[in-house]
């Protein structure tokens, strides 16, 4: 019996399944010549020999193809034409994510924006917040979280950049210490989260961190339901770029206005 390699149908004579072949436009052909082959083996076999296969890895940016994985490489790195690229590093990312991530990064950004009172520089809008309001400033030590929001809340009446609160507890005068009932054996475990520390001290960093306190801020965006704890944690997430508001670089725009309103004594009107 003679078999079509295509559809699998039988015949006697080789004669009829040639011509089987040629009324359907069954035969095998190679990926590169015109050949035509009976079966998938002879045209494997000549493909091989001949090197006839067909480019099968694309190139992430222009319209080139390759045989192999190592050419495409090859090609992409000596061209930068890798998708998630950085020309000047002439390193490859992950994803698009990464990639800004990187961008974004010290490396590229330097540390250009510079605290209001003690004048280090930082990276971005959210370092220099978590600065201040961790209380680490030399020349701010009476700031923190909670004075911080109270003076933005008193420049925001309409609610640009805090939530509208019917009332707000300040809490900058508490401080939890962690006790023995907090060993389960193996971890310090927070009673909020149930999240287990090595130590007694990561668990007291976490409960007097900002985590389980009220979330005080909102997006910016209209419609964006994030809130959040802190000016830091808004400002990462307007820096991540997750809800498309604004762009890495209008985020620092962002804060200096904001800034230069506190310092100021200036009311928050929008951005």
């Keep these: 019996m003679f078999e079509c390699a295509t559809c699998d149908d039988e015949f006697w004579y080789q004669e009829d399944c040639d011509e089987h072949m040629n009324d359907?436009?069954?035969?095998?052909?190679?990926?590169?010549?015109?050949?035509?082959?009976?079966?998938?083996?002879?045209?494997?076999?000549?493909?091989?020999?001949?090197?006839?296969?067909?480019?099968?890895?694309?190139?992430?940016?222009?319209?080139?193809?390759?045989?192999?994985?190592?050419a495409v490489d090859n090609h992409m790195r000596a061209k930068g034409h890798y998708k998630n690229y950085c020309h000047e590093c002439e390193r490859t990312f992950m994803n698009e994510n990464c990639l800004?991530?990187?961008?974004?990064s010290k490396i590229h950004r330097g540390a250009s924006i510079p605290c209001p009172?003690?004048?280090?520089?930082?990276?971005?809008?959210?370092?220099?917040?978590?600065?201040?309001?961790?209380?680490?400033?030399?020349?701010?030590?009476?700031l923190n979280r909670d004075k911080i929001h109270r003076i933005i809340q008193r420049l925001d009446p309409n609610g640009v950049v805090c939530k509208k609160q019917i009332?707000?507890?300040?809490?900058?005068?508490?401080?939890?210490?962690?006790?023995?009932?907090a060993w389960n054996g193996q971890f310090w475990v927070c009673y909020i989260c149930k999240r287990g520390f090595n130590s007694r001290r990561a668990l007291g960093s976490h409960v007097n961190s900002s985590v389980h306190k009220e979330k005080v801020y909102h997006c910016l965006k209209r419609g964006c339901p994030k809130e959040f704890h802190s000016l830091a944690s808004l400002f990462n997430h307007l820096e991540s770029e997750s809800c498309g508001f604004i762009r890495f670089d209008g985020v620092q725009q962002v804060h200096k206005r904001l800034n230069d309103a506190i310092m100021g004594g200036r009311m928050i009107t929008g951005f």
């Excluded at 800004?100 to 974004?104: A, F």
């Excluded at 009332?167 to 009932?181: F, I, K, R």
């Design 117 to 142: 009172f003690c004048r280090t520089g930082f990276v971005t809008a959210s370092g220099v917040s978590h600065h201040l309001e961790s209380g680490s400033c030399p020349r701010a030590q009476g």
């Design 167 to 181: 009332a707000w507890h300040s809490e900058e005068n508490v401080t939890y210490s962690v006790t023995d009932s």
């Design 100 to 104: 800004r991530q990187h961008l974004n």
């Design 24 to 70: 359907y436009d069954h035969w095998i052909e190679c990926e590169t010549c015109t050949r035509l082959f009976r079966s998938q083996s002879a045209c494997y076999q000549h493909m091989n020999a001949v090197d006839h296969w067909a480019p099968t890895f694309k190139c992430e940016t222009c319209t080139s193809t390759f045989r192999t994985q190592s």
